[in-house]
């Protein structure tokens, strides 16, 4: 199986290549894992069988198989039924990592599925489609999946799949700038409780994109979501490699006990599974954690248990990053001449049968083995060819950046204008009803006969009351009393201009409440607009007079602090801060370790910025790090607008 990873950002402590190798190997098993099944099958009778894919992919591709052989035998069986078997026989050999079988099943499936858009034919396509790996096919794949999706209903089980699977393979063909749009989409559209299921298997696709970003924190919050679907559903199949990706996230974040915590688990669900490859997957990171954690000795074990799978299995690459962490674990030992001899078989081709962005790290580990063994001549020609390869992945990952953050910016205008047509949309709709009630009563008035005056005095002044409503409806939100976005953008603009006309700084707060959608999940809905109208209520008790606090959107709210430099406006937004602390939840969220905190980024109108928005995008990138660095904190932006954020991080933001 060959794959191609892209994004990497050095973090954590260890050796580059050993990081390099962790997200390989997340990526491998992402293959098979984001195959889970999606679409919903026309046949009530089959739902079960549907289940246990996630549950014992071995025992559901057992039985799938031998209703295939049942029916073929029975030619009262109608082909529609035939191909469903077939669909979830194709699903259940993807997860299990048997591609050329699923591909098979699936092209069998879809001689007899017609037509295209029926549920059974789209999860044969999924089913095809993500066992591609060849740039020729998956392209192909793209250009027919874009087709079948464009005429699916918005918002149905069949989009949401079909963008689930389109934007993966996006991934595949090293085009994250358009798969962060596409999976962002079917993240959204999935919103519905109806659809949890394929909500599940969206955060997961886009916690891996995430990942090869480099974005951990952001990863990990998508596959928490996932993780929570499989334990309601006791879908250990699945649980098994979520617990693994999750594990290899946290090995790139440098969480290294934690991630051990996590490769123990998944090795335990694949042992009950009787899954050798999970296991060996598992045992492969157990290694790499043991390395990293300086405990070389202990993990040895793993990683020739792994090498010893995967070599039986015929999967080279995998049987190449067992052997470099075992030349890593050499190294250690102070074993160089074995370490360097290892190596040099992993470097027969010069990399040219490895992934062109682990291959830098490899020559570097070489270097360092060659210099142990006073061979200084190859160190330093090893040195150099690292040196000019990690330069091309550089200049790569730069331009590739660029178009992943244009590719951000395009999906946040997106969802604003969306969001500033719905507004628009709401309040003309109300607006239309507010008319045709005033139209009502001034007919009953003009029928009346009796007491004509009296009527139309109280028309005129419910007209009063309707028009003074709609201007509030207009300017203030409706839930905490506080001005709405729009509101809060005219007060800010006008902030602005008057601070700048008197040379006197404008401070801004983005604040964002933490775990909002533990909180709403844990207590309800009802809660949740409890601490929003709490927090409403003790920021009014706070402010002073041209102090201003607004809804931002959610759960995110802007403070407007003017003629107050950043020291000053510190400290009224710590007051705040200190003041959400003191919101209660009920008993059961306190006891499962919920509360309720803020965090804020701050910026100010002094540090060379000229319009609002530059202001609030330092303040938004300061938010961000307080989120990173462990939320209930207010961190200060500084000078650089080169790290700005978007709407796509806001709302994937952890609540």
């Given at each position: 199986?060959?794959i191609s ?6 973090r954590?402590?260890?050796?580059g290549?050993l990081r390099?190798?962790a997200l ?23 739902h ?5 894919e996630d ?7 057992a039985?799938?198989q031998?209703l295939?052989?049942?029916a073929?035998?029975?030619?009262a069986?109608?082909?529609?039924r ?6 979830i026989?194709a ?10 079988d699923?591909?098979?099943t699936a092209?069998?499936?879809l001689?007899?599925?017609t037509?295209d858009d029926?549920?059974v ?16 096919g ?8 874009a087709?079948?999706?464009a ?13 689930k699977?389109l934007?993966w393979l996006?991934?595949r ?10 999976l ?21 696709a886009?916690?891996?994109v995430?990942?090869g970003?480099?974005?951990?924190d952001q990863?990990?919050?998508?596959m ?6 499989e334990?309601e559903h006791?879908?250990?199949q ?10 290899a ?5 440098g ?8 490769f123990?688990?998944a090795?335990?669900l694949?042992r ?8 060996a997957?598992?045992?492969?990171r ?10 070389s ?5 793993s ?10 299995a ?5 049987v190449k ?6 030349a890593?674990a050499?190294?250690?030992a102070?074993?160089?001449a ?25 020559y570097?580990?070489?270097a360092q083995?060659?210099?142990a063994s ?12 690292y040196?000019r ?5 550089s ?7 660029g ?19 719905q ?18 009563r ?7 006969g009796?007491?004509?005056?009296v009527?139309l005095?109280y ?6 009351g ?6 509030r ?7 905490t009393?506080?001005?709405n976005?729009r509101r809060?953008?005219?007060l800010?603009?006008?902030?602005l201009?008057?601070a ?7 401070t ?8 909002f959608?533990?909180?709403n ?20 008790a706070?402010?002073r007079?041209?102090?201003v ?9 802007l403070?407007?602090?003017?003629a107050q430099p ?6 009224r937004v710590e ?7 003191e919101?209660?939840?009920p ?24 319009s609002l ?10 938010l961000?790090?307080a ?6 904190l ?21 609540r």
């Amino acid at each position: 199986m060959s794959i191609s990873v892209h994004g990497l950002r050095e973090r954590g402590r260890g050796p580059g290549w050993l990081r390099l190798f962790a997200l390989l190997a997340g990526a491998l098993l992402a293959f098979g894992r984001a195959r889970a099944d999606c679409v919903d099958l026309p046949f009530p009778d089959l739902h079960p069988l549907e289940a246990l894919e996630d549950v014992d992919a071995n025992h559901a591709l057992a039985k799938a198989q031998a209703l295939i052989r049942a029916a073929r035998d029975d030619h009262a069986t109608a082909a529609p039924r035939l191909a469903a078997l077939y669909a979830i026989s194709a699903e259940s050999s993807s997860i299990l990592e048997l591609d050329a079988d699923a591909r098979q099943t699936a092209l069998r499936g879809l001689q007899l599925a017609t037509p295209d858009d029926n549920p059974v034919s789209l999860s044969l396509l999924i089913s095809y489609a993500e066992t591609v790996y060849d740039t020729p096919g998956l392209k192909a794949q793209v250009d027919k999946l874009a087709t079948v999706a464009a005429r699916q209903p918005h918002g149905s089980p069949g989009s949401v799949c079909l963008l689930k699977t389109l934007g993966w393979l996006q991934h595949r063909l090293n085009q994250d700038d358009v798969a962060v749009g596409t999976l962002t989409n079917a993240y959204r559209d999935s919103a519905l409780p109806a659809l949890a299921r394929q909500r599940a298997r969206v955060a997961e696709a886009l916690a891996m994109v995430m990942d090869g970003m480099g974005d951990f924190d952001q990863a990990l919050d998508l596959m928490q979501q996932t993780l929570a679907w499989e334990q309601e559903h006791h879908a250990v199949q699945l649980l098994s490699v979520t617990r693994y990706l999750r594990g290899a996230v946290l090995l790139e974040k440098g969480d290294y006990q934690v991630a051990l915590a996590e490769f123990d688990e998944a090795r335990g669900l694949a042992r009950a599974l009787a899954d050798q490859q999970g296991i060996a997957y598992a045992d492969l990171r157990i290694c790499e954690a043991r390395i990293r954690l300086g405990q070389s000795a202990i993990g040895r074990p793993s990683c020739q248990a792994a090498e010893a799978v995967f070599a039986a299995a015929g999967v080279k690459d995998l049987v190449k990053q067992a052997r470099a962490l075992l030349a890593h674990a050499d190294l250690d030992a102070g074993q160089s001449a074995a370490a360097l001899a290892t190596l040099n078989d992993v470097l027969d081709q010069g990399g040219a049968d490895i992934v062109p962005r682990a291959v830098p790290q490899l020559y570097e580990l070489r270097a360092q083995a060659n210099a142990a063994s006073g061979n200084y001549h190859a160190a330093y020609a090893d040195l150099r060819e690292y040196v000019r390869r990690a330069h091309a992945v550089s200049d790569a990952d730069r331009a590739r950046s660029g178009s992943v953050l244009r590719a951000r910016f395009r999906v946040d205008s997106e969802i604003e204008r969306n969001l500033s047509l719905q507004s628009e949309l709401r309040l003309t709709r109300e607006s239309s009803a507010l008319q045709r009630e005033q139209l009502q009563r001034r007919t009953e008035v003009l029928g009346a006969g009796v007491g004509l005056v009296v009527l139309l005095v109280y028309v005129l002044l419910t007209n009063l009351g309707h028009r003074r409503q709609l201007q509030r409806m207009a300017r203030e939100d409706s839930l905490t009393r506080l001005p709405n976005r729009r509101r809060t953008a005219e007060l800010a603009t006008a902030a602005l201009a008057e601070a700048m006309s008197a040379n006197c700084p404008l401070t801004i707060a983005l604040i964002d409440l933490d775990h909002f959608k533990l909180i709403n999940d844990a207590c309800g809905h009802a809660v949740g607009d409890r601490v929003l109208k709490d927090l409403a209520t003790a920021s009014r008790a706070m402010l002073r007079d041209g102090e201003v606090l607004g809804r931002w959107g959610g759960e995110e709210f802007l403070m407007l602090l003017p003629a107050q430099p950043l020291d000053l406006a510190l400290a009224r937004v710590e007051t705040l801060r200190a003041a959400a602390l003191e919101i209660a939840l009920p008993e059961n969220a306190r006891a499962a370790g919920l509360r309720v905190s803020l965090s804020a980024g701050m910026a100010t109108s002094y540090e060379g910025a000229s319009s609002l928005d530059e202001i609030i995008a330092r303040a938004d990138v300061a938010l961000y790090e307080a989120k990173k660095q462990g939320r209930n904190l207010v961190r200060v932006a500084d000078e650089s607008l080169q790290a700005s954020t978007t709407a796509i991080r806001r709302a994937l933001r952890a609540r």
